[in-house]
């Protein structure tokens, strides 16, 4: 069961915060955030795991919300370099760790 | 630390043409998975090996699409006949396993069918 991503696209300035919002219709055991350039492969940010614990690191962090089956990606005072395609992959409950990733959210930061 | 390796980075065949692609993994890696990547789509898991088996095969095409993973390390996708609708980024990637774990991505073959 594909995992929906919105919004699908965000254009910001420079300096100005975005959230991303990836939702499962299925019972998770955990989500993953990768980032991914243009004409390169996915680059891992972030796991979580079932019990609702937020991660990040450096301005960019995520929450694990069990219950409404949903994560979040919150990228604070964006850089140039955030910019690309954010997919989130799910992992279902009570399932093998077989991975569906989202359609993506397009992130373009501009000065 | 090597990554994962892939190649070709490209591929131009004609449809009805045979293709194949491989894939070593980060060492030490005992899960694969081969996703395919259409243009602007998330990548789609096509089949995810643990050491040499298969774990999931379900989105596997497998009336043209093959892969194998011979003594669990590096990997190959073979398409044949390749059609249009195949052409798209074929990705690989390796992780630890223990369970949910991180993903390695390789860098990608794209694959053009005329």
């Known amino acids: 069961q594909q995992p929906v991503q919105s919004p699908q696209a965000v254009i910001l300035r420079e300096g100005e915060d975005a959230v991303i919002n990836c939702s499962s219709s299925?019972?998770?055991?955990?989500v993953h955030w990768y980032r991914q350039k243009h004409g390169e492969a996915p680059v891992f940010l972030m796991i979580?795991?079932?019990?609702?614990e937020q991660k990040g690191h450096d301005k960019i962090s995520a929450s694990f919300n069990e219950k409404k089956q949903q994560s979040s990606l919150y990228l604070t005072a964006s850089q140039l370099s955030y910019s690309g395609t954010y997919f989130c992959?799910?992992?279902?409950?009570?399932?093998?760790?077989?991975?569906?990733f989202g359609r993506g959210t397009s992130l373009i930061v501009h000065p | 630390e090597a990554g994962v390796a892939q190649s070709p980075r490209y591929k131009i065949i004609e449809k009805r043409q045979s293709v194949a692609f491989w894939c070593n993994p980060i060492?030490?890696?005992?899960?694969l998975y081969w996703y395919q990547q259409i243009l602007g789509q998330g990548p789609k898991l096509l089949i995810q090996?643990?050491?040499?088996?298969?774990?999931?095969d379900s989105q596997l095409p497998k009336d043209r699409f093959s892969a194998e993973r011979l003594k669990g390390v590096d990997s190959t996708l073979k398409i044949q006949p390749a059609k249009l609708e195949d052409s798209a980024v074929y990705l690989c990637?390796?992780?630890?396993?223990?369970?949910?774990?991180?993903?390695?991505f390789g860098p990608g073959t794209r694959l053009t069918v005329l």
């Open positions: 990637a390796s992780s630890l396993p223990r369970g949910s774990d991180t993903q390695y």
């Open positions: 299925k019972a998770l055991y955990s």
């Open positions: 979580l795991l079932k019990g609702g």
């Open positions: 992959g799910t992992e279902m409950a009570g399932g093998s760790y077989i991975p569906t």
């Open positions: 060492s030490g890696h005992a899960t």
């Open positions: 090996f643990q050491n040499n088996g298969v774990v999931d």
